[in-house]
């Protein structure tokens, strides 16, 4: 309560966590420091997708890739049964809501949202299978190492970019200038840098 809080998600993508430090008695303030952007070449996501019943289980890392991935299986003219047999997993209870709003059941969220508590919770489920990784241009490559060290065969592909934002405008700057900010949300290495 009567916190200033700097929210640095990408535009359209702070709204939940703005209305909760809202109900809490802070004043958000939404500040995108990254925005998304298309991969620079989508040849290797619709490659993947067009090889998706290949694999044992797709993860995806973020709503973001949710948003990527379902939007280039509809722009092919293509639905849920491409994907076959695969298995969903969702980094966390947000990207796992996203893929039910795409109408997608996910079968697999680790109890701890993040690289590592990915790969706990899915290494007992392979036995040598294929993995496709949905992610962003960059980040940390900790799913990928450690599976592939296990010994399973994974395809990493971008479904997206994060570029940085540049410069503010004048609207923001003043905003800033208004009061002092109390909290900074960083959600993720990109926003860090950023």
């Given at each position: 309560a009567g916190q200033r809080i700097l929210l640095t998600?990408?535009?359209g993508q702070a709204d939940e966590l703005a209305a909760a430090v809202a109900t809490l008695g802070g004043e958000p303030v939404h500040l995108p420091v990254v925005r998304i952007a298309p991969p620079g070449d989508w040849a290797a996501l619709d490659d993947a997708i067009g090889e998706a019943a290949t694999f044992d289980w797709i993860v995806f890392a973020s709503v973001n890739g949710v948003r990527s991935f379902t939007a280039r299986l509809r722009a092919a003219g293509r639905d849920a049964r491409l994907l076959g047999t695969a298995r969903l997993a969702a980094i966390g209870a947000a990207t796992a809501a996203a893929l039910g709003d795409a109408g997608l059941a996910c079968d697999l969220v680790p109890t701890?949202?993040?690289s590592e508590g990915m790969v706990a919770a899915l290494l007992p489920t392979l036995r040598g299978g294929r993995v496709l990784l949905i992610r962003a241009d960059r980040?940390?490559?900790?799913?990928?190492r450690e599976l592939e060290q296990a010994g399973h065969e994974v395809v990493e592909v971008a479904a997206y970019a994060t570029r940085p934002v540049a410069t503010l405008d004048g609207d923001d700057e003043a905003r800033l200038d208004?009061?002092?900010?109390?909290?900074v949300t960083i959600t993720s290495g990109?926003?860090?840098e950023g």
């Open positions: 998600r990408p535009a701890t949202a993040s980040g940390r490559d900790v799913m990928r208004a009061a002092p900010i109390d909290w990109a926003i860090a």
